[in-house]
T-cell receptor
Framework: DTGVSQDPRHKITKRGQNVTFRCDPI?????LYWYRQTLGQGPEFLTY????????KSRLLSDRFSAERPKGSFSTLEIQRTEQGDSAMYLC???????????FGEGSRLTVL | AQTVTQSQPEMSVQEAETVTLSCTYD???????LFWYKQPPSRQMILVIR??????QNATENRFSVNFQKAAKSFSLKISDSQLGDAAMYFC?????????????FGKGTRLSVIA
């Protein structure tokens, strides 16, 4: 098992375009989290899944953001009509059960021009 | 809502010396978990150490130890015998011990430099 993987590692897009990030968690982990990290800040919670169910969404997750985890495996985070303020590192993490250690991926860096 | 404060944006330490990173948090809960995560440059975040609030004994992992002061809501990280590989961003984080529906809350981080 190679850990949590995220793709792409870096995405540059123009304002108004849609982007999608993918996260592959550690295979047996049933919890999957998305965080956003901007420069000089700690990670901010966006949303999380337990298996395929999306259990909580932060107020940071505007209507332009949508996340899915079909079949409780990989997850996607889509941002529609990107804005410059969406530029950030998007981190994915997974854990085995709610109290388990969070294992993070290397992140997907989004730059919106 | 719980908040985590790291008051030291940057710290530096000489190789082989000891450094302490500060963290305070605000909560009305009595049962929770506290963590220190390390984020090396361009690499993924990894867990350094974890403390359960119901445990009075301070957690220790090799060269890393914490000073958990529950009444003061303080959770500092001590790194002994600092090594060049310890250079990274360090994040303090809090998680409620409820059913698990509350996410991990992070501080803004402390950038640690290790001087050879």
């Amino acid at each position: 098992d190679t850990g949590v993987s995220q793709d792409p590692r870096h995405k540059i897009t123009k304002r108004g375009q849609n982007v999608t990030f993918r996260c592959d968690p550690i295979s047996e982990h049933n919890r999957l989290y998305w965080y956003r990290q901007t420069l000089g800040q700690g990670p901010e919670f966006l949303t999380y899944f337990q298996n395929e169910a999306q259990l909580e969404k932060s107020r940071l997750l505007s209507d332009r953001f949508s996340a899915e985890r079909p079949k409780g495996s990989f997850s996607t985070l889509e941002i529609q009509r990107t804005e410059q303020g969406d530029s950030a590192m998007y981190l994915c993490a997974s854990s085995l059960y709610w109290i388990g250690e969070l294992f993070f991926g290397e992140g997907s860096r989004l730059t919106v021009l | 809502a719980q908040t985590v404060t790291q008051s030291q944006p940057e710290m530096s330490v000489q190789e082989a010396e000891t450094v302490t990173l500060s963290c305070t948090y605000d909560t009305s809960e009595s049962d929770y978990y506290l963590f220190w995560y390390k984020q090396p440059p361009s690499r993924q975040m990894i867990l350094v150490i974890r403390q359960e609030a119901y445990k009075q004994q301070n957690a220790t992992e090799n060269r890393f130890s914490v000073n958990f002061q529950k009444a003061a809501k303080s959770f500092s990280l001590k790194i002994s015998d600092s090594q060049l590989g310890d250079a990274a961003m360090y994040f303090c984080a809090y998680r409620s011990a409820d059913s698990g529906n509350t996410p991990l809350v992070f501080g803004k981080g402390t950038r640690l430099s290790v001087i050879a």
